[in-house]
């Protein structure tokens, strides 16, 4: 049994691991504390493309969680990343909300709803039947058809709300195309989130509290992986999975002796 490396870099999720329905999980800042501290490189990612990265800072400090705004990394900015190197400088009809503009602008995407190279679906809390109607047609008449997340669902205080991979799921019933899906557990997101801090996959670790998310996505990028079971999978569905994380904790709180 081969032996990993000391982890020298931790990627973790947010909703689930370091918040939850808004409020911060006990440990939380004690974690993100130690690796400050520690100097160790360090992500907080997130597939939740509405929000930049300065908004999810700003966010996150009003809970008493302190991330620079460079060790943020989301599914809308690894979506443009991704095309900025698929087709520079190039269109999209994009259904999502500032993250995902902002993040395409900045890597000189033009918006446009004329014969554009893509279309690209985020997440928001305002899809119109006219939207919709606009990313059929496009996608119709030769679009590529890209999304930033397959969540199907998404966590609020009231409960589960629909998500980008229910809505990606309507688009493809009406155009028999299917999106490429950028964001976890798509190891291109985790990939290039290690680029961004310098770090190697085979001495990081992803923090999770999905299986078919965070954990896959960790699972696939050669990371050392840990499930915390204070978001969405329970211990006992751990076992439904074909895959297992290296290992599980009760929450955040277990691994800062860890950095």
Do not use: C
């Not at 000189?108 to 006219?130: I, K």
């Not at 059929?136 to 998500?163: K, Q, V």
């Not at 509290?209 to 050669?222: H, I, N, S, Y």
Request: glycine share 8%; charged share 20%; net charge negative.
């Amino acid at each position: 049994m081969s032996t990993r490396k000391p982890i020298e870099s931790w990627l973790t999720d947010m909703d689930g691991v370091l918040i939850h329905e808004g409020v911060p999980v006990p440990g939380a800042d004690r974690f993100l504390k130690r690796l400050r501290e520690s100097g160790k490189p360090f992500l907080v990612l997130t597939n939740n493309s509405i929000y930049t990265r300065r908004d999810l800072q700003a966010r996150l400090l009003r809970m008493g969680l302190d991330v620079p705004v460079e060790s943020i990394w989301t599914s809308a900015l690894a979506t443009a990343q991704f095309l900025d190197i698929q087709r520079p400088g190039g269109s999209a009809y994009v259904i999502g909300e500032a993250g995902l503009t902002t993040a395409l602008h900045d890597v000189g995407y033009v918006l446009s709803d004329v014969s554009p190279d893509y279309v690209v679906l985020g997440e928001t809390r305002t899809y119109s039947f006219e939207s919709l109607t606009k990313a059929i047609r496009l996608i119709n008449d030769g679009a590529r058809f890209i999304a930033t997340n397959p969540d199907h669902t998404g966590p609020s205080a009231e409960g589960a709300l629909p998500a980008t991979g229910s809505v990606a799921a309507l688009i493809t019933k009406a155009t028999g195309r299917d999106p490429y899906f950028v964001g976890k557990p798509n190891p291109l997101m985790m990939r290039t989130g290690l680029n961004l801090i310098g770090a190697h996959s085979e001495s990081s670790a992803m923090i999770g509290d999905r299986m078919d998310t965070d954990v896959l996505a960790g699972l696939e990028a050669g990371m050392e992986t840990f499930l915390v079971l204070t978001g969405l999978t329970r211990r006992d569905e751990i076992d439904r999975y074909p895959f297992r994380p290296s290992v599980v904790v009760d929450s955040i709180a277990d691994l800062v002796e860890r950095i």
